[in-house]
């Protein structure tokens, strides 16, 4: 074989193998649009059979139906945990899931955080997928409600991140990512979640390495990628697409970077300054210009904070249009915006919570004054029937009294 073709083959070969278990509704949206994209190895898990039905998902993806209902779970995260509980060990001996594991180097558990099921499961399953396969990236990708969500979905939310975050204090080691369906506020959520799950892919893709081109530079391979991506914590990725000189004359790539990282899909950072690793892919033109091309990355470092590791891909593409894509990993919790989402919530248990006793004392002091009308009705009249009369004895008395 040509030395040539012997690369080509290679190349295939080399090239990190994404497995997607997509849980919920938004799980299956995800799977639909990643197999659509190229990526096989996707699976589903849902507790709704609607869901799954070859109306709404690609026939040729496999699921998985947790309970034995095939009903949903209501958004109850723990009415999702206990019809997991009733199959979850058919799941993990299911061949197809098996295999697509076994296939992998990295799988992701994509969900949105805010419904019963995958909010409920996802992050049992992450723990499961951690412990049997050890070797391999698990990467958790969830999806924040809107804060006009609400406080169940937002309730939800925070307590599947949560749990996550508390994977990785038990050691497991979980990078996860995080999107913001705030972001796509004023927009219907149909439209919303395709959006957001074009994100998802966009990211998948870089994950992959479908943005690595061939340089004869500075080169990202496989091996890097996952050392890139494998840090516990929030990772993030930042795309940009249609730079020109005369964009990069008025500002640096940094600078557009550091935009994009302020107004993102991706829920916003900590900017506590941990930062563990750093890729940079750029796609760009040979004669742009800019800092970055020198490895100068003040701006972000100020920005974002000094990482461990800094991963560079630098290839030369042909025409006046250059794409920059950022991945940074190993962050921090990003405890603003969990901590929006947590006041809200505080202060509508609070406000229910205060209602709720109004309503109690109310109807409390309602059924006291019932009892005071009831008591003083105008009305003696016997309406039970029950009343005979007076014995022959007090009738005496009566009338012996009466004058």
């Known amino acids: 074989m ?82 997991f509980k009733m199959n979850f060990r058919q799941l993990f001996d299911n061949m197809r899931f098996k295999q697509i594991c076994d296939e992998s180097d990295v799988i992701i558990v994509g969900t949105s955080t805010s419904g019963g099921t995958g909010s409920g499961i996802s992050p049992i399953i992450v723990k499961g997928l951690k412990q049997m396969y050890p070797g391999k990236i698990i990467i958790f990708y969830g999806i924040l409600p809107r804060l006009s969500a ?40 149909e439209v ?56 990069v004359d008025k500002e640096s790539i940094q600078s557009m970077l550091i935009k994009q990282i302020k107004h993102s899909p991706a829920v916003e950072i900590a900017r506590d300054g941990l930062v563990d690793q750093m890729a ?50 190993g962050q921090s919790y990003p405890i603003g915006k969990m901590s929006m989402i947590n006041d809200i919530i505080r202060k509508g248990a609070e406000s229910r919570r205060q209602k709720m006793e109004a309503r109690k004392t109310a109807d409390s002091s309602m059924n006291d004054t019932y009892k005071f009308l009831q008591d003083s009705s105008i009305s003696n009249a016997d309406l039970t029937g029950k009343n005979k009369g007076i014995d022959e004895a007090t009738k005496n008395n009566v009338l012996d009294n009466l004058f």
């Open 192 to 247: 919303a979640y395709v959006e957001v799950v074009k994100k998802m892919i966009d990211d998948i893709k870089a994950i992959a390495g479908n943005y690595l081109n061939y340089s004869k530079y500075r080169m990202i391979d496989e091996n890097d990628m996952k050392v890139v991506i494998s840090p516990s914590g929030y990772l993030s990725i930042y795309k940009l697409d249609g730079i020109t000189q005369q964009m």
């Open 150 to 189: 609400s406080d169940v979905e937002l309730s939800n939310g925070a307590a599947c991140v949560s749990e996550i975050e508390d994977l990785n204090k038990g050691g497991l080691g979980i990078p996860y990512m995080l999107a913001d369906l705030n972001y796509y506020e004023g927009i219907s959520n």
């Open 280 to 329: 940079f892919i750029y796609n760009v033109p040979e004669d742009m210009g800019d800092s970055a091309k020198s490895g100068d990355y003040t701006e972000i470092n100020a920005y974002l904070g000094r990482p461990l590791g800094v991963f560079e891909n630098y290839a030369v593409v042909r025409g006046g249009i250059a794409q920059v894509i950022l991945i940074v990993s």
């Open 2 to 83: 040509p030395e040539n073709n012997i690369i080509d083959a290679l190349k295939e070969k080399v090239q990190l193998r994404i497995g997607i278990c997509g849980c919920g509704n938004a799980g299956s949206q995800l799977c639909d649009a990643a197999y659509k994209a190229g990526f096989t190895n996707v699976f589903c898990v849902n507790s709704s059979s609607k869901d799954m039905d070859n109306d709404v998902l690609n026939e040729q993806i496999p699921c998985f139906l947790i309970g034995n209902s095939g009903r949903g779970a209501g958004m109850n995260r723990d009415a999702a945990k206990e019809l």
